[in-house]
């Protein structure tokens, strides 16, 4: 049947993620903007909330009941809202442990997974993004060649990796020479060829260190191939890292739109509040059916997940429109807020700055 | 819980549906297009009995639950299972303007009018009015409702047709004219039908003096005096009506005749009626997707027959400007469609939803004019070319925006709502 109402559950774990956004990442979200970092205990806080764990079945350590892509969904949108930079560094971890979950092997499953579950949150995360204007994520530059020893031998260049500095581990994601398949590779920290780069000066996510990273025939074991010999299901890790970009979208996109229509109800020139104009009304009302359309549209293609689905087709729609109307939403928060709005004391200059990045942020969110 | 799996009813109706629309209807849109105010006799005569039989059927409820008002109910532990029936009547709807939205306009049925009726009216007057379009043995019957007046658009406090109570003969009497009255004229002058007339009882009260009317087919003083040409809906019957002095029982009037003050809580009759416009509303909408979905699949079809597929996977600086112009219709139409399955999803649940209503309609009325423009233009000069249906879909797509509430006055409720203004806060 077609219904639009989250579960009791789900409205329980939403009001609690809105709770941390609100007293947490809404307080320090301005000055880890300005600082370019924020504290640990933050991400302690937020970790505490157990988003990752239960997504993660019960018998690799997690307390999941069943798929949680519609579940997440829900959930990051309320981390958006409190702060994208903020809730991407939270959600770092699962770029490692969603691709294991999604495509790893039995074995793979139940190395890594357990960590996921523990008290505090393994340092782990992944390299998808490369340096270039013409970057492909479905055709990485990045290569991987098999050699006679039986290792696979990586060797590129990746960009936006978050966290690299502290990670313990990576999947990163490169296409076979010789076959052309794509898949993610476990490259352990300290193996011979991997250079951690400089960190990325980057317009927005300030709050989310993200470093350029070189692979300069790194050697991996066969046994590192995310899915072993049948390989990585890529497509579903690309589409489901595009469907959680979408629920970031929703959040940074409603923050924007509730403090620019508060905003318009305050503020008066000519005598009336600029809410009772019809270009500022209008916009906003406009903004609110972007937002809603793109929220159903984030939330169908989560389902889509969760029933086994292809996500192709609809992983694509979700991606194009949901960051199209999150630069919406954020330029008209700007907008809204007329000249006060470029100033950095409102947030809404910091929402259009990390929105617009969304387009790009492949691999930096998944579900 | 959030879930998008479409119940078999659903489904197999809908499927029954397309095959009407692809069978029935496709095969004369362009001819019914072509010969404007010819009626479209082939669809009227298949829909007729399912219409018939459906307005039968809701006839039969009503009177069950009359009967039972006064019985006690057994205790309902809230298990109930929620009702499917506007998700239903959306796909379906879709289906059938998918096929061609203009012979929907003429389905034989109460329509506007009877959903007016049924919003509002008594028991007796459901009996009286609608058992016309429930008996699939009698001729077809149409209703239409009468709100459009030359001085009266999107603002309905404007409209200046007069209805003045005869006490002598307990009779309303009814003047002024209506324009762009959809099915005005084959309800009135082509079958034992009715139109549901919006007039005022006393104009200095405003919209509380509005109330709406009753009037049958042949009722004297009633004269359809002018049918449109139209940018497109062409087999649609759009006509004006002049009331002189027409004379209408009083047991006519929909909801109750006093007069409240303006500001004085909920008066049913008006409020009733903008109350229909939340759940037909979404219907609008769900024709607006039908006629877009159909310009899009042939625009694919199309381009596919001369070697251009659309891939979702290409990188941004490859795609060709068409293929990022049908992902983005696609999406587009996407996001109205599920829009428009969640305003109506709350009518199956009984929700009030007059901000998810006019989000719909706002945006699937201007999506999908802009999806149909946009596939006139990439198929070149075989779009322009009434060879094909695509340039009759951009001009049939257009009236979505503009009926039912025009893309502005929706945005003018939907930016009352969150803003939380009333209509003299914000104009």
């Known amino acids: ?367 | 819980m959030i879930d998008f799996s479409l119940p078999e009813r659903v489904k197999q109706q809908a499927q029954m549906t397309e095959m009407v629309a692809l069978q029935v209807m496709r095969p004369k849109a362009r001819y019914y297009d072509e010969h404007e105010h010819e009626r479209p006799v082939e669809y009227v005569q298949f829909m007729w009995p399912v219409m018939a039989d459906q307005q039968k059927r809701y006839l039969e409820r009503e009177r069950r639950k009359a009967q039972s008002a006064g019985e006690e109910k057994p205790s309902d532990d809230g298990q109930k299972e929620p009702s499917t029936y506007v998700i239903g009547l959306l796909h379906m709807v879709e289906r059938l303007a998918w096929g061609d939205v203009a012979q929907y306009l003429c389905t034989p049925s109460g329509m506007l009018g009877g959903t007016a009726i049924e919003a509002v009216g008594t028991l007796e007057q459901k009996e009286r009015f609608l058992s016309r379009f429930a008996d699939a043995k009698s001729p077809p019957a149409w209703g239409a409702m009468a709100m459009t007046e030359p001085g009266a658009g999107s603002d309905t406090s404007a409209i200046s047709t007069t209805a003045t109570l005869d006490e002598s003969t307990h009779e309303w009497v009814l003047n002024g004219e209506k324009i762009f009255c959809t099915n005005g004229k084959l309800a009135l002058d082509e079958s034992n039908g009715l139109v549901v007339v919006w007039a005022t009882v006393d104009r200095s009260a405003g919209r509380a003096g509005m109330k709406s009317f009753v009037v049958e087919a042949g009722t004297p003083g009633v004269r359809v005096t002018k049918q449109e040409h139209k940018h497109g809906i062409r087999a649609s019957d759009t006509v004006s009506i002049v009331f002189d002095n027409a004379r209408i029982p009083y047991d006519n009037i929909l909801g109750s005749p006093e007069v409240r003050e303006k500001d004085s809580g909920s008066v049913k009759g008006f409020k009733g009626a903008m109350k229909t416009f939340d759940a037909s509303r979404p219907v609008v909408a769900a024709t607006a997707v039908g006629v877009a979905r159909a310009a899009l699949e042939i625009t694919k079809e199309k381009l596919a027959e001369a070697g251009i597929t659309i891939r979702y996977d290409a990188p941004p600086h490859e795609l060709t400007a068409i293929e990022r112009d049908v992902i983005e219709m696609e999406a587009e139409l996407k996001a109205s469609w599920l829009l428009t399955l969640r305003a109506g999803s709350m009518l199956d649940q009984g929700e009030s939803n007059a901000l998810e209503s006019s989000m719909c309609k706002a945006k699937a009325g201007q999506a999908s004019t802009h999806i149909c423009q946009k596939c006139v233009e990439i198929l070149g000069p075989l779009g322009y070319s009434r060879e094909w249906l695509v340039e009759k879909l951009m001009r049939d797509s257009k009236i979505a925006d503009l009926y039912e509430g025009t893309h502005e006055i929706n945005q003018l409720i939907v930016a009352r709502r969150i803003l939380d203004y009333s209509s003299s806060e914000l104009r």
């Not at chain 1, 317009?203 to 993200?210: H, K, S, V, Y």
């Not at chain 1, 406009?286 to 293609?301: K, N, P, Q, T």
């Not at chain 1, 689905?309 to 008209?332: C, G, I």
Request: a negative charge; glycine letters at 8%; charged letters at 25%.
């Open chain 1, 1 to 367: 049947m077609i219904t639009f109402t989250p579960t009791e559950e789900q409205g329980m774990l939403v009001d609690a993620i809105r709770r941390y956004a609100e007293n947490q990442l809404r307080k320090v979200a301005h000055d880890a903007d300005e600082a370019s970092e924020v504290s640990d205990d933050i991400l302690a806080k937020g970790w505490e909330l157990g988003l990752l764990p239960g997504l993660i079945p019960e018998e690799y350590g997690g307390y999941a009941d069943g798929p949680g892509a519609v579940t997440a969904a829900l959930a990051l949108e309320e981390l958006a809202w409190g702060d994208l930079s903020i809730a991407l560094k939270l959600w770092t971890p699962a770029l490692f442990a969603l691709p294991i979950l999604i495509s790893g092997t039995d074995p793979q499953k139940k190395t890594y997974l357990p960590a996921f579950c523990d008290v505090e949150c393994p340092p782990a995360t992944a390299a998808l993004i490369e340096p270039r204007v013409t970057f492909d994520p479905w055709r990485p530059a990045t290569t991987a060649t098999r050699c006679d020893d039986g290792t696979v031998m990586l060797e590129g260049e990746k960009t936006y990796v978050p966290l690299a500095d502290t990670a313990e581990r990576m999947i990163v994601y490169a296409t076979d020479s010789q076959t052309g398949k794509v898949d993610g590779y476990i490259v352990e920290r300290g193996m011979a060829g991997l250079e951690i780069g400089e960190r990325n000066k980057l317009m927005g996510i300030r709050a989310l260190p993200t470093f350029a990273l070189k692979l300069a025939g790194v050697r991996v074991p066969e046994a590192n191939r995310l899915g072993g010999e049948a390989g990585t299901n890529y497509a579903a890790i690309l589409n489901r890292s595009r469907i959680a970009l979408g629920a970031l979208a929703v959040g940074i996109a409603r923050a924007a739109f509730e403090y620019a229509r508060d905003y318009a109800k305050e503020r008066v020139q000519f005598g009336a509040p600029i809410a009772t104009k019809q270009a500022i009304a209008f916009r906003l009302a406009d903004v609110a059916i972007e937002i809603d359309g793109a929220r159903l549209m984030v939330w169908e293609a989560a389902w889509h997940a969760d029933q086994g689905h292809d996500l192709t087709q609809p992983a694509t729609l979700v991606k194009r429109y949901a960051a199209k109307m999150a630069l919406f939403a954020t330029d008209s928060g700007v907008q809204v807020l007329g000249g006060h709005g470029y100033i950095r004391e409102h947030p809404v200059e910091r929402w259009l700055r990390n929105a617009r990045g969304l387009v790009t942020f492949d691999g930096l969110a998944i579900l």
